[in-house]
């Protein structure tokens, strides 16, 4: 099968449904001529024109706001927030505005749209641009929430994300975006809240989103070398949650360790572990981990960010302890 | 283009041929609806049959009759924390109006919204705001979806003077004006943010903030619904013509406190201030005058129209108090809308 990079993935997915539905439009800063600072969206405002592919002025709230409007009325629009750590920016649009149409009109008003942006630290981008804040949009009901984890996802979860008729936030890991993985070239859709067993094993699960599904395997390869054999499960998306498949997972290893690079304080991994446990409780041998990033905010010093996010080495050491019946508990 | 700023404070009241006699009957029929309206939902929360929180509309009737009777069902309005008039404006009715205020099944939004989220989607009203400004991104993209679709639908913003403070309604201006959308931006300008005198927390003008942006802004007399009727339906035709976006800021006056609850409110505004706009500028008085005075309607044709009026609102509110809640299983439906799952299928 072909491989292309998660950033030609996106752009695929992109073009093959604005191609679909005229209805469909892309909205942010720099994303016609520019392309987005990544390059993403290059080539697009040359097939579907400038006024398919809008750029805007630098107003997040602004132009988040009318996407709400356009997605209320008939159209179907693709916002590009530059940055995720943009999304305090339009918590209001996002969370007041668009979470909630379908919901206070009773189930007529739909909001059919999607905002893609992205997260991840180890950029050397410093506090403000290395945010990993997806689980701010996951608390609220009426909003969706898709982590890709490889270009395969990206595209896949990217054209549902354009279908479905609710407000989809769907977040790239920015290092990523040069990353390459086999991607079929036929069309196909990953439907939202199927899980993805990556990698079958029988003595810990391993449970992480978005890069931290390659830090999980990483982690399994590792372990594997010493007899300990992990299961690696990808969610694809938080919210709607495949949780029959992590709890399916865990009745069957009776230990868990979820990893994101969120902020681990009442984050997604504690969100995670605590469904395990409300639920797999009487199958479990250790208390399910959390490993999120480190609750500081995202330093430059590349000496001290490394040190932030969850590794490989890190998410071994712990499954190696769990194995062995050692109580640990996160930091 | 430069921005002009036209200011009109004398009374319309003269003749105006392109209105027909039954178009200026419902437009203070419509008047009257509002006030009648408000003043059984105020009676309703004073009897403790209603709770919340909900904001009267009466004093303002001109500023949306005279803006929605130029618009057509297909046309879009946002709506804001004082949106009764509003809804009532853009041709909702009483009975699932009044089911929606007291959270019934039957209500607009099967009670899920209440008064300050009920919407209307079936006459283009897009729906109330309970976040001051909220709305003026919906309205704008609502224009934008216009322009991008070849649709030739305009759509009004309304929003309070308060509002002008949040700084969304200067991004959407901006982007409105770079790409010409057909938009009005409907300023209310009843006197107060919230508790607080307008002088105080708004510095400068309030249409030089459109202006600034090359936005053609207007500020009229919001309670001369002829006079605002009239600049409406030209904007609205100029709108539609590729022409939008404009700015009406609306000289008007709450009758009411900020919410029901705000009754005793000598402390930012007198009775004196409050008896003056009753007296002395009422829309609906006003404009009843001028229909007996132009032959229209004679006294007691509008006496008979306003008995009419206020046994329909008697009926509906009987209607809406004796109306079934919703079932306990509705807490959980329509967070999320259906998608077909047809349409989630590759090569689909």
């Not at chain 1, 073009?15 to 994303?31: H, N, Q, S, Y």
């Amino acid at each position: 099968m072909r491989e292309i990079t998660l950033s030609q993935a996106v752009n695929e997915a992109l073009a093959e449904e604005m191609r679909r539905d005229p209805t469909t439009f892309i909205l942010g800063e720099d994303v016609a001529e520019a392309g987005t600072p990544f390059k993403v969206l290059s080539g697009l405002v040359e097939e579907f024109g400038t006024e398919r592919v809008i750029d805007t002025p630098i107003s997040e709230p602004g132009f988040v706001g009318l996407a709400v409007g356009a997605a209320l009325t008939g159209a179907r629009p693709i916002v590009d927030l530059m940055f995720g750590d943009f999304i305090y920016l339009v918590m209001d649009q996002l969370c007041n505005q668009a979470a909630k149409q379908q919901y206070m009109s009773g189930g007529k008003l739909s909001v059919p749209m999607v905002l893609r942006t992205n997260l991840g630290a180890t950029r050397r981008s410093g506090a403000q641009h290395s945010q990993s804040l997806h689980v701010l949009v996951a608390h609220i009901p009426g909003l969706k929430v898709a982590l890709p984890s490889s270009a395969y996802e990206a595209k896949g979860l990217m054209k549902t994300a354009i279908r479905d008729n609710n407000p989809v936030v769907i977040i790239e890991d920015k290092l990523m975006y040069q990353d390459k993985a086999p991607v079929p070239e036929e069309e196909y859709l990953i439907p939202f809240g199927e899980a993805n067993i990556k990698r079958e094993g029988t003595d810990i699960t391993l449970i992480g989103t978005s890069s931290m599904v390659q830090v999980a395997e990483a982690a399994a390869k590792i372990l594997e070398a010493e007899g300990i054999s992990a299961e690696v499960i990808d969610p694809r998306t938080i919210v709607p949650l495949d949780e029959e498949t992590l709890l399916k997972s865990v009745r069957k290893t009776s230990r868990a360790i979820v990893i994101d690079e969120g902020h681990q304080n009442y984050g997604i991994t504690g969100e995670i572990a605590s469904r395990l446990n409300e639920k797999a409780f009487y199958y479990l041998d250790a208390p399910v981990l959390r490993m999120g990033a480190m609750d500081v905010p995202v330093p430059f010093s590349p000496v001290l960010e490394d040190l932030t996010v969850p590794t490989p080495e890190g998410v071994a050491e712990n499954a190696r302890r769990l194995c062995a019946g050692e109580m640990i508990h996160a930091a | 283009m430069n921005a002009k700023t036209r200011t009109k404070t004398k009374t319309s009241n003269a003749t105006r041929k392109d209105l027909s006699k039954e178009d200026a009957l419902r437009m203070y029929t419509q008047m009257v609806r509002i006030r009648t309206f408000e003043d059984n939902a105020n009676q309703l929360y004073l009897a403790g049959k209603m709770q919340g929180l909900t904001h009267m509309y009466s004093g303002e009737e001109a500023v949306a009759v005279g803006i929605c009777e130029a618009l057509n069902d297909n046309d879009r309005i946002t709506s804001t924390h004082r949106g009764h008039g509003h809804c009532v404006a853009k041709g909702a009715n009483y009975k699932e109006m009044f089911c929606e205020l007291l959270g019934k099944e039957e209500g607009y939004c099967r009670g899920k919204g209440g008064s300050m989220h009920i919407a209307d989607q079936s006459h283009g009203n897009l729906g109330a705001n309970a976040i001051v400004g909220g709305s003026m991104g919906i309205a704008t993209g609502s224009a934008l979806r216009a322009k991008l679709l070849g649709q030739d639908d305009v759509t009004v913003c309304f929003f309070g003077d308060g509002a002008t403070a949040q700084g969304l309604l200067y991004e959407v201006m901006n982007m409105a004006a770079l790409w010409n959308l057909p938009v009005i931006y409907a300023c209310e300008n009843n006197g107060y943010s919230e508790y607080t005198k307008t002088e105080e927390i708004a510095a400068g003008s309030i249409t030089a903030r459109a202006e600034a942006f090359g936005i053609e802004a207007f500020s009229i007399d919001g309670q001369d619904v002829l006079g605002v009727n009239e600049l409406s339906r030209k904007l609205v035709a100029r709108c539609r013509n590729g022409e939008g976006p404009f700015f009406v800021e609306l000289m008007t006056y709450r009758y009411h406190g900020h919410h029901v609850g705000d009754i005793n409110r000598e402390y930012y505004r007198s009775k004196k201030e409050e008896a003056d706009w009753k007296e002395n500028r009422d829309p609906i008085i006003r404009f009843r005058g001028w229909l007996v005075e132009q032959g229209i309607a004679t006294e007691e044709e509008i006496e008979t129209l306003n008995e009419q009026i206020k046994q329909d609102a008697k009926e509906a509110v009987a209607y809406a108090e004796a109306a079934a809640y919703p079932d306990a299983a509705e807490v959980d439906m329509h967070v999320y809308a259906e998608t077909d799952t047809a349409t989630l299928q590759a090569g689909n």
